[in-house]
C-alpha cells in the first residue's frame, strides 16, 4: 500500500506524523525531558548567528530558579514591528518568566540585544499570529487554525496565545520623534548601496532632515566605470555640495568626438551650447569620487553603515512595507532600535537586490556585450586634454577617457567578437589596441598601469521600480549602455528625483501615509523609467548607424546652398542632438522626434547600416 501512495499522500502522512510527533512531546501544553535538552542545544545554534535571521535565542531569567534561561524561538515581523508567540499557550514557563520579570529579556542571534517585551492586548494578535504560522511551521500543530485561513479564525483563538512586542530596551538617542504617522516625525530611510546613487540620495535626504542610514558593503576595486560624466551632472554635484573636491581630483571635460571612419567624424564641445547646456563636464577617478560622495553624506547627518546589507520580503500582512532588513542587518544598526524603516531605498546598482529578493523582472535591451579596460600611461593624445574619445571599431566600439596622468581605455564588443581577440582580458584589451587604428595611434607604445578589467555591458529597466515602502534609484532601477555615458548622471538625478518626492513631508517633519508615500513614489518612477527610455532610445540611434548617417548626409545638403539657411539647419541640428545627448533635455519631445523624423526622411541615400556598431 506504501508503494502506491503517490507524492501528495506521502506529505499527508509525513506531516500528521510530525504533528503526532509534536503533539506527544508537549503533552498537556509542557515541554517534556527530552524537549527541554534539544531546546537547550538548538538555542546554542539559534544564538550564534548561524540560523536563518528570524530564528532567536531567547535569555530570560528563571523567576524560581533566578538562573538565566535559552530557549529557540521564532521572531515575526509584522508592519515593522518584531514580535514573539508563544505557541504553547499562556501556561508555559518563558511566558511566565518573562511576565515575572517584568519583560526584561535577551535576544541572542549573533548579536546580543537587551530588550523589552510586551503583552499585545488579544484584540490586536490576530495578524501577528497569522503572520507567525506562516513563518514557523513547527508552530502548527500546535495552533488549531490554518496558516491561510481568515484573521478572524485567528481572533478566535488569539486569546489563548500570549504575543509579545519586541523593542530594545535602551532606546539610542537618534530619531527620537513621535513614531506614528500623522505624528511630527522625523522620517527614517535606509539606503542600501554606498555608490554615486545611494550616496547622494543620503546627502540631499539629509539635508532636509531626514534619519538617514547608508548601508555600504565598501566594494570599491582600484578601477570602476563610469570614468566620464555629462554636462548635467555639474549642477547636480554643485547641489551636492561635491564640485569643489571633484574638480581636485578631476580632469575637466570639454566634449566628445565620436569617430564612425576615417571621414565621418564629429567633434562636439558643450560650450558651443550654453547656456542651455552646462559648458563642461568632468572625466572622474571614479572610487575617489565615490568616497567624495560618502564623505559629504556622512557629514551631512547620514549614519554609515559600513556592511552589506540583507533585504528580505516582509511579511505578507505587514501593513508598511513589501521589503524589509533582514533582522541581522537590523541588529547590526542599534540606532535603528530594532524597528523597520519607514523607507528602504535599493541603489545597490547592478546587484538589483530588491528586484532578487521581490523577483521583479526586467525589460532587457538588445545589447549584450562585454567590456574589458585599463588605465595607461605614456599614451600620445593629440587631442585637447580631458577630450573623450568614442570610436567605431571592428567589432563593437572603444572609448578613450583621459583622466588627469593617465588614460583609461576601454573595448565594448560582443562575446563572440571578444573571444575573437583572445582569451584572457589582458590579451583581448592589448591585441584591440594594437589591431585598431586609432586605438594603436594613441596607445600603440603606452604602458598599461592597471590590471584589466572586465564588465558585462547590458541594458535594463526594471518592470517596477518601487512598491509599498521601498524604491530603487540608480542602476537598480535601470541600466542604459555606457557609450553616451549617462549612468552617473541617471544615478543622481534620479536620487534627486527621490529627494524631491518626499521634500514636503520632510519640511513639515511629517511621515507620509503609506498612500501619500505610494503617490510621491509612483510619479518618481514615472520619471526616472521616462528618462531611461529616451536614454535607451537614444544610443540605439547611435548604435545602428543614424545619427552617423545623419551627419554624413547633412555633408551633402547641397541643394540648401552653402550660405546662412544651410548653417542654420546644422546648427539647429546639432544642437538638439547635443541637448538629447548632454542630459540637458532627453527626455524633451521635440528633440527626440526631430532626431527621429530626420533619422527617417533625411538621410538622402545614406545607408544607417553602412555606419552601424556591430
Ligand atoms: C562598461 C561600462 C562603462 C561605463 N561607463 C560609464 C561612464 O563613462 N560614465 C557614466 O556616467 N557611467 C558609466 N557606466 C555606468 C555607471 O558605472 C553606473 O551607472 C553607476 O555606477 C551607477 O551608480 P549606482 O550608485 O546606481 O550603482 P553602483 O555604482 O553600482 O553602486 C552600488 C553600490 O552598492 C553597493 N552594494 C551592493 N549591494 C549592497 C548591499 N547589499 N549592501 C551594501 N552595499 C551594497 C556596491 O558595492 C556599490 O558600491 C558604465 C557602466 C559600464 C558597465
Redesign the pocket.
Known amino acids: 500500500m506504501l508503494w502506491t501512495m503517490d507524492w501528495a499522500s506521502w506529505r499527508l502522512a509525513v506531516t500528521l506524523m510530525l504533528g503526532q510527533l509534536a503533539r506527544w512531546l508537549y503533552r498537556g501544553q509542557r515541554q517534556n525531558g527530552l524537549v527541554r535538552v534539544v531546546n537547550r542545544g538548538v538555542a546554542a545554534v539559534f544564538s550564534w548567528g548561524v540560523a536563518p535571521n528570524y530564528l532567536v535565542a531567547l535569555q530570560v531569567t528563571g523567576h524560581r530558579s533566578g538562573r538565566t534561561i535559552s530557549l529557540p524561538l521564532a521572531i515575526v515581523i509584522v508592519d515593522g514591528e518584531r514580535y514573539l508567540v508563544s505557541n504553547l499557550g499562556a501556561d508555559v514557563a518563558w511566558v511566565r518568566n518573562v511576565k515575572a520579570a517584568g519583560g526584561r529579556a535577551v535576544l541572542r542571534h549573533g548579536r546580543t540585544e537587551r530588550v523589552q517585551l510586551d503583552e499585545l492586548p488579544v484584540e490586536r494578535r490576530a495578524p501577528v499570529l497569522k503572520a507567525y504560522l506562516r513563518r514557523a511551521p513547527g508552530a502548527r500543530p500546535h495552533v488549531p487554525v490554518d496558516k491561510d485561513a481568515p484573521l478572524e479564525d485567528f481572533a478566535a483563538i488569539a486569546a489563548r496565545f500570549p504575543v509579545f512586542s519586541v523593542r530594545l530596551e535602551h532606546p539610542a538617542t537618534r530619531s527620537a520623534g513621535g513614531e506614528r504617522r500623522g505624528e511630527r516625525a522625523q522620517m527614517r530611510i535606509a539606503i542600501?548601496?554606498?555608490?554615486?546613487?545611494?550616496s547622494a540620495l543620503a546627502i540631499l535626504l539629509s539635508v532636509l532632515g531626514a534619519d538617514v542610514t547608508l548601508?555600504?558593503?565598501g566594494?570599491?576595486p582600484a578601477l570602476?566605470?563610469?570614468?566620464?560624466?555629462?554636462p548635467s551632472v555639474v549642477p547636480i554635484l554643485k547641489k551636492l555640495g561635491v564640485e569643489e573636491d571633484t574638480a581636485g581630483f578631476s580632469q575637466r571635460k570639454p566634449g566628445a568626438t565620436f569617430v564612425w571612419s576615417a571621414s565621418d567624424q564629429v567633434r562636439v564641445t558643450f560650450d558651443r551650447f550654453a547656456p542651455a547646456v552646462f559648458p563642461y563636464a568632468y572625466n572622474i577617478p571614479r572610487p575617489r569620487f565615490?568616497e567624495a560622495l560618502l564623505t559629504r553624506a556622512i557629514k551631512a547627518g547620514a549614519l554609515h553603515v559600513p556592511?552589506?546589507?540583507?533585504l528580505e520580503r516582509a511579511d505578507a500582512d505587514g501593513a508598511r512595507g513589501e521589503l524589509a532588513l533582514a533582522l541581522e542587518t537590523l541588529a547590526a544598526v542599534p540606532a535603528l532600535e530594532g524597528r523597520q524603516p519607514d523607507l528602504i531605498v535599493d541603489?545597490?546598482?547592478?546587484?538589483r537586490?530588491a528586484a532578487r529578493v521581490l523577483e521583479i523582472s526586467a525589460r532587457i535591451g538588445p545589447r549584450k556585450d562585454v567590456?574589458h579596460f585599463a588605465h595607461f600611461q605614456g599614451v600620445r593624445w593629440d587631442e585637447t586634454p580631458g577630450q573623450v574619445l568614442v570610436t567605431r571599431g571592428r567589432a563593437g566600439w572603444n572609448w578613450c577617457?583621459p583622466l588627469r596622468d593617465r588614460l583609461s581605455i576601454?573595448i565594448?564588443l560582443s562575446r563572440d567578437d571578444a573571444a575573437e581577440l583572445g582569451r584572457e582580458p589582458e590579451e583581448r584589451l592589448h591585441r584591440a589596441i594594437a589591431t585598431e587604428p586609432w586605438l594603436s595611434a594613441i596607445a600603440g607604445q603606452a604602458r598599461r598601469v592597471t590590471p584589466v578589467a572586465t564588465?558585462a555591458?547590458y541594458q535594463l529597466i526594471s518592470e517596477r521600480g518601487y512598491g509599498r515602502g521601498w524604491v530603487m534609484?540608480?542602476?537598480?532601477f535601470g541600466?542604459v549602455d555606457?557609450m553616451l555615458?549617462?549612468?552617473?548622471?541617471?544615478?543622481l538625478r534620479s536620487a534627486e528625483l527621490v529627494a524631491d518626492g518626499l521634500a514636503p513631508w520632510l519640511a513639515r517633519r511629517e511621515i507620509p501615509s503609506p498612500h501619500e508615500l505610494d503617490r510621491a513614489l509612483a510619479r518618481y518612477a514615472r520619471l526616472q523609467g521616462t528618462m531611461l527610455e529616451a536614454w535607451l532610445e537614444l544610443v540605439a540611434q547611435f548604435y545602428d548607424g543614424r545619427v552617423a548617417a545623419l551627419m554624413r548626409s547633412g555633408r551633402t545638403w547641397d541643394t540648401l546652398g552653402s550660405g546662412f539657411l544651410r548653417s542654420a539647419i546644422d546648427g539647429h541640428v546639432a544642437r538638439h542632438v547635443g541637448l538629447l545627448a548632454s542630459g540637458a533635455a532627453t527626455t524633451a519631445r521635440y528633440p527626440r522626434a526631430l532626431l527621429r523624423f530626420l533619422g527617417r526622411y533625411a538621410l538622402r541615400g545614406v545607408h544607417p547600416g553602412e555606419l552601424a556598431i556591430r
Do not use: W
Open positions: 542600501v548601496g554606498g555608490g554615486p546613487s545611494g548601508f555600504d558593503d566594494r570599491r570602476l566605470v563610469g570614468e566620464s560624466l555629462i565615490d556592511i552589506k546589507a540583507k541603489a545597490t546598482g547592478r546587484a537586490y567590456a577617457i576601454g565594448v564588465y555591458n534609484a540608480g542602476d537598480a541600466f555606457p555615458s549617462p549612468g552617473v548622471f541617471l544615478a
